[in-house]
Each structure stands twice: as structure tokens, then as C-alpha cells.
């Protein structure tokens, strides 16, 4: 079946250390996305893909950084420089061109803790 | 410029009650509408979606949504609610003929008592 893998689900980590999620989809979807969620927050746009090589920065980039070198995958590395990293991260994909609409499918999220 | 406003972080009915989840939005262009809901410590699922047809629209497990242009609203209601309905619920919008990413509210959590 299609979908969009997020791994590890639960992560935790010391200060100071960089840290890397993984996101892979199989829907051969050329878009993809990056959120924040934080209780009573709602969704917040870390940075997102529309193409292979290309990516632009969202509504909260600062401390984040992203690759996107296979249309399939769309690493996210939360580095020492996010003040505040502890959050529930979740990636995303949607359809590019005519058919597109703003629907996205979801991957089951990551957690990652700083101790 | 796009934005969605969820009013209610939290809304509590009683098992069999109606469900009225609130969702207004803001869009310079038309727009689309989405539901999403998401159950702990998992991604979101779509409940229904708005893409300029029918007014109501009908998505998943008995849950409809019915898009009012002059009163710029995308409610989310159920006739009937049950004890699985607990969870979080997003509202959000994209702008069609945009770039298409989507805005989200920020989320009400549907509490259900027996």
C-alpha cells in the first residue's frame, strides 16, 4: 500500500546535538511538507519541497534545515540552533499541477524530546 | 492571504449528542476547505474536502461539512456522536489558482462522555 513513513516515531535527545527525521513516501507525489505541532498551536510550516533539488522555507525555518535529493525522501534535521525543539513533527505529500487542491496525506508523526 | 479560525480549542458533548465543530476562514481567492482529524500520537487523516462542487459535503465515519460563502464557513457537524469521535480536529484552507498550501487552524478537541 502507498504512503508516507516517518521515522523514528519517538526520539530523545541531550542538548546541543543535531538530530535527523526521516520521511519517505511511495505515493509519487512531487510535493512535500514539514510541520510543527504544538498543543493549542495547530500546524506550523517548517519548510516544504515542489520539486526534486528545490525547497523553500516556511512560517518557523529557523534552526531547521532540509534536503531533498530523491523525489521519495525529504530528511529533516533539527539542529542545535532551534531553541526549542521538543515537539510532535509530521511530514506530509500532495500532488503537484492540475489535480492539485491542497490535500495532503500524512505520515503517523515523530516525537522528539530534548532532555 | 489565506487564514482559518477554530473557535473553541475544546468542544464536550454526550454520547448521541450533536456535533458542531466551528471553522471560519479568510481567503482572497476562492477557496478550498478541508477537515482533517487526528487520534494521540498519530498523523492526520482527511474527513472531507470542499473543491468548488456540492455546498455539503459528506466524509467519513457520518461527518459532513457545509461550505457558506457569504458567511465565510466550512462547520463540521454529525447527528450522533460516539465514543471513537474523540480526538483533535483540524480545519484548513488552500486558495485555488495558488500555490495550493494549505493554512491550518489551530485544532479542537472533541471530547465525548457516556
Known amino acids: 500500500d502507498g504512503g508516507i513513513t516517518q521515522s523514528p516515531k519517538y526520539l530523545f535527545r541531550k542538548e546541543g546535538q543535531n538530530v535527523t527525521l526521516s520521511c519517505e513516501q511511495n505515493?509519487?507525489?512531487?510535493?512535500m511538507y514539514w510541520y510543527r505541532q504544538d498543543p493549542g498551536q495547530g500546524l506550523r510550516l517548517i519548510y516544504y519541497s515542489q520539486i526534486v533539488n528545490d525547497f523553500q522555507k516556511g512560517d518557523i525555518a529557523e534552526g531547521y534545515s532540509v534536503s531533498r535529493e530523491k523525489k521519495e525522501s525529504f530528511p529533516l534535521t533539527v539542529t542545535s540552533a532551534q531553541k526549542n525543539p521538543t515537539a510532535f513533527y509530521l511530514c506530509?505529500?500532495?500532488?503537484?499541477?492540475?489535480?492539485?487542491?491542497?490535500?495532503?496525506?500524512f505520515g503517523e508523526g515523530s516525537r522528539l524530546t530534548v532532555l | 492571504a489565506q487564514s482559518v479560525t477554530q473557535l473553541g480549542s475544546h468542544v464536550s458533548v454526550s454520547e448521541g449528542a450533536l456535533v458542531l465543530l466551528r471553522c471560519n476562514y479568510s481567503?482572497?481567492?476562492?477557496?478550498?476547505l478541508f477537515w482533517y482529524v487526528q487520534y494521540p500520537n498519530q498523523g492526520l487523516q482527511l474527513l472531507l474536502k470542499?473543491?468548488?462542487?456540492?455546498?455539503l459535503v459528506k466524509g467519513i465515519n457520518g461527518f459532513e461539512a457545509e461550505f457558506k460563502k457569504s458567511e465565510t464557513s466550512f462547520h463540521l457537524t454529525k447527528p450522533s456522536a460516539h465514543m471513537s469521535d474523540a480526538a483533535e480536529y483540524f480545519c484548513?484552507?488552500?486558495?485555488?489558482?495558488?500555490?495550493?498550501?494549505?493554512?491550518f487552524g489551530r485544532g479542537t478537541s472533541l471530547i465525548v462522555h457516556p
Open positions: 484548513a484552507v488552500s486558495q485555488s489558482g495558488g500555490s495550493y498550501i494549505p493554512t
Open positions: 470542499y473543491t468548488s462542487a456540492a455546498t
Open positions: 506530509a505529500s500532495t500532488r503537484e499541477g492540475t489535480v492539485n487542491t491542497g490535500e495532503l496525506f
Open positions: 505515493l509519487n507525489h512531487d510535493a
Open positions: 481567503s482572497s481567492v476562492p477557496p478550498y
